[in-house]
């Protein structure tokens, strides 16, 4: 499809668990319930790591290596203490300028405790092997997840494409949240239809990681895309509705672009 990364939307469908709501949804309905029972893995309320790369001139990320020598040794010193680890990179349609990012990488935390044991135990190891894969120091904040529909995490595997929305935290921004699952996003399955995308996750940004900061992004959301060409055309067709409706929940241009999952993990 075409390269979505300057679109000013958060397109956003689901399916599977979402269609049991669908219906009503279709009528007009208010249907929260739509963004908390998707199958399997990562579940509403659950804590989650977002690390995003930077890309540049003199800066390198070796998307290989991080696939099959820094995920694996991952999984290996973390084991359940993680439950999903996913690595994208963005996609950057012919002609276009290269991406600001070199990597986006989500965690997925079943247990806070016992990962920062895990850290606090094998965190040296993992930051001493970054020197293999990148020079760039990476951003990383601690999330919430507080909405997700369709196929189970898990079922995301290598090639699939997702689309990487970022809302940019401003402490004189009041994002709301409740809106933007509620609202925000079932209009967006109305608008998108059924079969565009396989699954959508959306985070509210906590803080740093040390908890000593505030997020660097307000909420991050993953569209997984199932059709990359119909997702184009409902994208080309509803962008003014969809932008139209971004100052209801914040003052804030989201940042969005298309990316591709190049290796994962599941506990």
Not at 161 to 180: G, I, K, M, Q, W
Not at 203 to 225: F, L, M, Q
Request: aromatic share 10%; proline share 7%; hydrophobic share 40%.
């Amino acid at each position: 499809m075409g390269n979505p990364v300057r679109v000013r939307t958060l397109p956003l469908l689901s399916r599977r668990n979402v269609l049991r709501g669908a219906g009503a949804i279709l009528a007009g309905a208010v249907m929260p319930r739509v963004f908390a029972d998707a199958a399997g893995g990562v579940g509403i309320g659950m804590r989650a790591y977002t690390a995003i790369f930077p890309g540049g001139a003199g800066l390198h990320f070796d998307h290989a290596y991080y696939r099959d020598q820094h995920l694996a040794v991952m999984q290996r010193l973390y084991g359940a203490a993680l439950m999903r680890v996913e690595m994208r990179k963005p996609l950057v349609a012919e002609n276009e300028p290269p991406s600001p990012y070199a990597a986006i990488v989500n965690f997925w935390i079943p247990d806070p405790e016992a990962f920062a044991k895990a850290s606090a135990a094998h965190g040296q190891t993992l930051v001493q092997d970054k020197a293999h894969f990148t020079n760039g120091e990476q951003k990383v904040q601690s999330e919430v997840v507080f909405g997700e529909a369709g196929k189970p995490a898990s079922a995301i595997q290598a090639g699939d494409r997702c689309l990487t929305v970022l809302y940019p935290y401003d402490p004189a921004d009041r994002f709301n949240h409740e809106y933007y699952r509620d609202h925000h996003m079932t209009s967006l399955i109305k608008l998108f239809g059924h079969e565009t995308i396989s699954r959508m996750e959306m985070r509210r940004g906590v803080s740093s990681p040390d908890g000593g900061n505030p997020p660097a992004y307000s909420c991050t959301a993953n569209i997984y895309i199932a059709d990359p060409q119909a997702f184009a055309a409902a994208a080309g067709r509803n962008h003014q509705r969809v932008v139209d409706d971004i100052p209801r929940f914040t003052s804030v241009s989201p940042v969005s672009f298309q990316t591709e999952v190049v290796g994962a993990f599941n506990s």
